[in-house]
């Protein structure tokens, strides 16, 4: 499965918009980019998912370059809510019978 | 959707004991159900892999028999940490996964041995 690189902490305030970028250097064809929430003493949420361009839904945006080896997730107007660690995950859904493996993640903390 | 529930939330038993953690997806069927563990400040790890019906593939340096894995249906999977000691208190996490869709875990169990 594609390795994952994430910067290990980003700080921002409440109502600022945060981007935090992935890198998977050898993604392959067939693998998707899932990206999760996790807060503390709780399973990871799922975030979004995606192959290519971009994909929105009500909580964040996908971005993906035409090259697919990098991918960015965009929270729009963070609160201190969104204090959490977010995980980029690289891998194939195809019959659903291979686990994801997670990287380090991405320590996000959001100031008043 | 995709709601997978997890029991105990959190357990605190003495070593030697046995402890069984139920992972159940509500509100549909999964055609894989996985363990992962998590320490303090770490990332999850991956311990096994179950699908309905068959035995679970276990991770290198997990041993399966001192994690019982037991996977009756398309939604519900057990683990069970036999023979229990200090050093299995972790954070035991399931998940879930339909064909073609994302996997969705559990709350996680917290499990303190005392």
């Known amino acids: 499965l594609a390795k994952t690189t994430q910067p290990i902490s980003m700080d921002s305030y409440e109502g600022q918009e945060v981007n935090i970028t992935c890198s998977h250097n050898?993604?392959?064809?067939?693998?998707?980019i899932t990206w999760y929430q996790q807060f503390p003493s709780q399973g990871p949420r799922f975030i979004i998912q995606?192959?290519?361009t971009k994909v929105t839904n009500e909580v964040a945006s996908l971005f993906i370059p035409a090259d697919r080896k990098s991918s960015t997730l965009s929270l729009p107007r963070v609160s201190l809510s969104d204090t959490a660690v977010y995980y980029c995950l690289v891998g194939p859904t195809d019959t659903g019978r291979r686990a994801l493996t997670f990287g380090s993640g991405t320590r996000l903390q959001v100031q008043p | 959707g995709a709601v997978v529930s997890q029991h105990p939330s959190w357990v605190i038993c003495k070593s030697g004991t046995s402890v069984k953690i139920e992972c159940r997806s509500l509100?549909?069927?999964?055609?894989?159900m996985f363990w992962y563990r998590q320490f303090p400040k770490q990332s999850l790890m991956l311990m096994a892999t179950?699908?309905?019906?068959?035995?679970?593939?276990?991770e290198q340096g997990v041993e399966k028999d001192k994690f019982l894995i037991n996977h009756a249906s398309l939604t519900l999977s057990t683990l069970t940490v036999t023979s229990a000691h200090p050093e299995d208190s972790s954070f035991y996490i399931c998940s879930a996964r339909a064909s073609d869709q994302p996997q969705h875990f559990g709350d996680g169990t917290r499990l303190s041995i005392l």
């Open positions: 995606g192959y290519k």
């Open positions: 179950s699908n309905e019906g068959s035995k679970a593939t276990y």
């Open positions: 509100d549909f069927q999964a055609t894989t």
């Open positions: 050898n993604i392959a064809t067939n693998d998707y």
